[in-house]
């Protein structure tokens, strides 16, 4: 088997796993077993569980935003997260709480920000306008904070609201204010 095969069927098996019992019951034995691996091919690849989650995660993210991570197209990568989060309720909110919150917002926070640096700088190079990197990667800060605070809390909130809502209000907020901010940065710095 291939490395990202036996990811793939450890993941899978984890996957499976917490359909029956809450993750902080799981064991990498019951993981083992049913990815049909040793423990120790589990080790050869993760150093623990949390390691595998964030992998599983990571890997989906990736997935989710690849080809959407323009200042026109965003909305489409990010409403796949969110579509993604909504696909595998059970999974993400047994990760949320039952793993450290940190590992899921940084999951989102790294997701997030590779997204609007791209948006950010396409903008940039869109306007013809000179910024420090260091205001780019303010603005995209800031987004990435506010964005990552939404899906935080939609999840906290069964995920009731509609997300294509959620995607349609963040966009209004962020097409204009970009642009703002990138010329504001631009004129302070000369």
């Known amino acids: 088997m291939s490395s990202n095969t036996t990811k793939n069927a450890i993941s899978m098996a984890l996957r499976e796993l917490v359909k029956e019992k809450p993750l902080n019951r799981i064991t990498i034995g019951e993981i083992a077993d049913r990815a049909s691996i040793n423990r120790q091919t589990f080790y050869y690849h993760f150093q623990d569980i949390i390691d595998l989650v964030r992998w599983m995660l990571s890997t989906e993210a990736g997935r989710q935003i690849e080809g959407n991570r323009t200042y026109d197209t965003w909305q489409k990568g990010y409403l796949a997260v969110f579509r993604t ?4 309720r059970q999974f ?3 990760i949320y709480h039952h793993i450290p919150r940190q590992y899921l917002m940084d999951y989102l926070y790294s997701v997030t920000m590779n997204l609007l640096l791209d948006v950010v700088r396409e903008k940039t190079r869109d306007l013809g306008v000179r910024v420090r990197e ?3 990667d ?7 904070y506010s964005l990552v605070g939404i899906v935080l809390d939609w999840i906290d909130h069964d995920m009731e609201e ?13 097409h204009g204010t970009i642009e703002k901010a990138l010329s504001n940065a631009a004129k302070k710095r000369f």
């Open 85 to 88: 989060i909504e696909s595998d």
């Open 92 to 94: 993400i909110l047994n």
């Open 134 to 136: 260091e205001d780019i």
């Open 138 to 144: 303010f603005i995209a800060n800031f987004f990435k």
């Open 162 to 174: 509609d997300a294509g809502k959620i995607v349609s209000r963040l966009d209004s907020i962020i």
